[in-house]
C-alpha cells in the first residue's frame, strides 16, 4: 500500500496563497498595476502635451475630445492627471526606498547589538517621535527648498555635470520635487526602525544564528544576510502602508503651495488648483481628487491583505 506525503510549503507560498483569497487585496494589485502602467504610457501617447496652454480654448467640461475635460489654461486635464500620477507615484515609491533603507538599517542594526548601542540609538528616534514630523517636512521645504541653500549649491553642481547652464530657472521645479523626496524619506522611518528592531531581537537568539556566529560570520552579514530577510513579513507590510502616506504628506504640501511647482504637476497640486475653482470648474477637483482616492485606498487594502497573509498566527486551511 503506497502512503502519500504531505509536501511541505514555505512561508511565501502560504503568504501567496492567502493572499489570492483576498479578493479585494487582489483587485486593489491590480488597480495599482493598471493605474501606474497609465501614467507611464498615456502622457507619451497622448495628443495633448500636459503643459502646453491652449488661451483661446479655456477651461472646458468633459467631451469626446478632452475626456476629463480642460483646466483654465486650457491644458488637457486627462494628460495632466496621468502625468501628475507619475509624480505622485514617484514620491511615494522613492520616499518610500529611502525610509526603508534608513529604518531597516537603523532598526536591524538597533536590535542586533542591543545594551547600549540599542539604548543610545531608540533615544534618539524617541526624540524625533516627540516632535510632529509634518512640521520639520513644512520647515524644510519653506526654508532650503530654494534658492541659495547648501542643497540647492550642492543641486545645481550636479546639474552643471551634465548642463551648460546648470542655474536655468527651469532646474527649479525638479530640485523642488527630489527635495522633497529626500525630506519625507528622511522622516518617515522611525517606525520602520521600531518594526525592524522588534523582529530582530526576537530573532538574534535562534539557532541559525549561532550557526552563522560558529562559522565566523561577521555582525554586519548576520545582520543583513540573515536576520532582515527573516524578518521581511512585517517589513514588507509596513513597507506597502508607507506609500500612501507619503503621497498623502506630499499632496498636502502641495495644497499648501510648497511641493511641486509648474510645469510639472501632482495630483496634490491639481486638487489645490482644483479647490480653488471648485465652484465655475468642478471635475478640475473631481478627477485628480478620485484618481488620489482611488490609488490611497488599494495602497491600504493591498496592505491589510499583506498583513493577513504573512501572519504567521494565521493556520493554514
Request: some cysteine.
Amino acid at each position: 500500500m503506497e502512503t502519500t506525503e504531505e509536501k511541505g510549503s514555505s512561508l511565501w507560498s502560504d503568504a501567496w496563497r492567502r493572499l489570492k483569497k483576498n479578493r479585494v487585496a487582489v483587485v486593489s494589485g491590480v488597480v495599482l498595476v493598471l493605474l501606474a502602467i497609465l501614467c507611464v504610457v498615456h502622457p507619451e501617447v497622448s495628443a495633448y502635451d500636459y503643459a502646453k496652454a491652449d488661451l483661446k480654448l479655456g477651461p472646458t467640461p468633459p467631451s469626446a475630445a478632452h475626456w476629463m475635460g480642460t483646466d483654465e489654461f486650457g491644458r488637457d486635464l486627462f494628460a495632466r492627471v496621468t502625468f501628475g500620477g507619475r509624480v505622485s507615484l514617484a514620491v511615494g515609491v522613492i520616499a518610500t526606498i529611502i525610509s526603508f533603507v534608513i529604518g531597516v538599517s537603523w532598526g536591524g542594526i538597533a536590535g542586533y547589538f542591543g545594551k547600549r548601542v540599542d539604548a543610545l540609538m531608540m533615544r534618539f528616534v524617541d526624540v524625533l517621535y516627540t516632535i510632529p514630523l509634518l512640521i520639520i517636512v513644512i520647515l524644510l521645504t519653506a526654508f532650503y527648498a530654494k534658492p541659495g541653500t547648501v542643497f540647492h549649491d550642492a543641486f545645481v553642481w550636479v546639474v552643471g555635470l551634465f548642463s551648460d547652464h546648470p542655474k536655468d530657472p527651469k532646474y527649479q521645479p525638479l530640485f523642488k520635487i527630489i527635495f522633497v523626496f529626500a525630506v519625507l524619506g528622511g522622516v518617515s522611518w522611525l517606525t520602520m526602525a521600531r518594526i525592524v528592531r522588534g523582529q530582530v531581537i526576537s530573532l538574534r537568539s535562534q539557532p541559525f544564528v549561532e550557526a552563522a556566529r560558529s562559522i565566523g560570520a561577521r555582525d554586519m552579514t548576520i545582520v543583513f544576510r540573515h536576520l532582515l530577510p527573516n524578518a521581511l513579513g512585517p517589513i514588507i507590510v509596513y513597507t506597502t502602508l508607507t506609500i500612501p502616506e507619503v503621497m498623502m504628506v506630499e499632496a498636502f504640501l502641495s495644497f499648501l503651495g510648497l511641493g511641486t511647482e509648474e510645469p510639472l504637476s501632482s495630483w496634490g497640486q491639481l486638487v489645490a488648483g482644483g479647490a480653488e475653482t471648485l465652484d465655475l470648474y468642478p471635475w478640475l477637483l473631481f478627477f485628480p481628487g478620485a484618481m488620489l482616492a482611488v490609488t490611497l485606498f488599494c495602497f491600504n487594502f493591498l496592505g491589510d491583505g499583506l498583513r493577513d497573509a504573512l501572519d504567521p498566527k494565521v493556520r493554514k486551511d
